[in-house]
């Protein structure tokens, strides 16, 4: 609240336009516009549903990659390079070249988010794999486990807690992936085409309620990343 009284006090005091800084109570009333229209939700809904289908299909991709870079010095060896060389390439310059090669102005997008989730899932697989400690390996060896008792009962529970770090940044990074995609593949249609519309009318109070429906859509992908991470640990908790 305090910082809505002092955005307001601002726009107040600086004596700024509307078109260049809004105040709250005209973000609020832009809001209520395309709230009641229905705008508002029609755009949010398309920039959902290709959210979670890019966060999901990151997450299915990265993870058995990472498990394989983890347990394989030589396919390491062979992909790091290339994956860590694709980092360098922004993804705003591969996005366009998405729109040529996939048909589907939807999955074009699709996989832009997927591009963007993909790294940190992938690095955080790695990384929670490779922090099991080598004497619990000889311990599961010794009482002759087979290599899916050593990976549901070792592995898996002691990579979540940092897997599921990482699909956290990821649900965030995955509704920037979408925007990025709706930017280079606009079709009247998602969050990011309103955006650029608000900023070729310069509306910028619409701009505003464009920016807090993303940050929005991207605290409900964190929250229910958490959730699902404390039913995946509660037997850490129990411990």
């Known amino acids: 609240m305090l910082l809505l009284a002092l955005w307001q006090v601002l726009t107040v005091v600086?004596?700024?336009?509307?078109?260049?800084?809004?105040?709250?109570?005209?973000?609020?009333?832009?809001?209520?516009?395309?709230?009641?229209?229905?705008?508002?939700?029609?755009?949010?809904?398309?920039?959902?549903?290709?959210?979670?289908?890019?966060?999901?299909?990151?997450?299915?991709?990265?993870?058995?990659?990472?498990?394989?870079?983890?347990?394989?010095?030589?396919?390491?060896?062979?992909?790091?390079?290339?994956?860590?060389?694709?980092?360098?390439?922004?993804?705003?310059?591969?996005?366009?070249?998405?729109?040529?090669?996939?048909?589907?102005?939807y999955w074009s997008r699709v996989l832009v988010a997927v591009l963007v989730v993909f790294f940190p899932i992938l690095i955080n697989v790695i990384a929670g794999l490779r922090s099991v400690p080598s004497e619990l390996y000889e311990l599961m060896q010794s009482l002759r486990a087979t290599r899916w008792q050593i990976f549901r009962q070792l592995e898996a529970p002691a990579a979540m807690p940092i897997l599921l770090a990482g699909l956290k940044v990821g649900a965030t990074l995955s509704v920037i992936g979408a925007l990025v995609g709706e930017f280079v593949q606009p079709k009247s249609q998602g969050l990011g085409f309103l955006l650029v519309t608000a900023r070729y009318q310069f509306k910028t109070d619409l701009v505003f309620v464009v920016l807090l429906t993303l940050s929005a859509i991207a605290l409900s992908m964190y929250g229910l990343v958490a959730l699902a991470e404390r039913w995946l640990l509660r037997w850490k908790r129990a411990t």
């Not at 289908?53 to 062979?78: C, D, H, K, M, N």
Request: charged share 15%.
């Open 14 to 105: 600086g004596g700024y336009d509307r078109f260049i800084l809004p105040g709250p109570l005209d973000v609020w009333e832009q809001f209520s516009i395309v709230a009641t229209d229905g705008r508002l939700l029609r755009h949010s809904l398309v920039t959902i549903s290709e959210v979670i289908p890019g966060l999901l299909i990151g997450f299915l991709v990265a993870t058995p990659l990472g498990y394989l870079l983890a347990r394989s010095p030589l396919a390491e060896r062979l992909l790091s390079p290339y994956l860590i060389a694709s980092q360098a390439i922004p993804v705003i310059a591969i996005a366009p070249l998405l729109t040529i090669w996939v048909r589907s102005t």
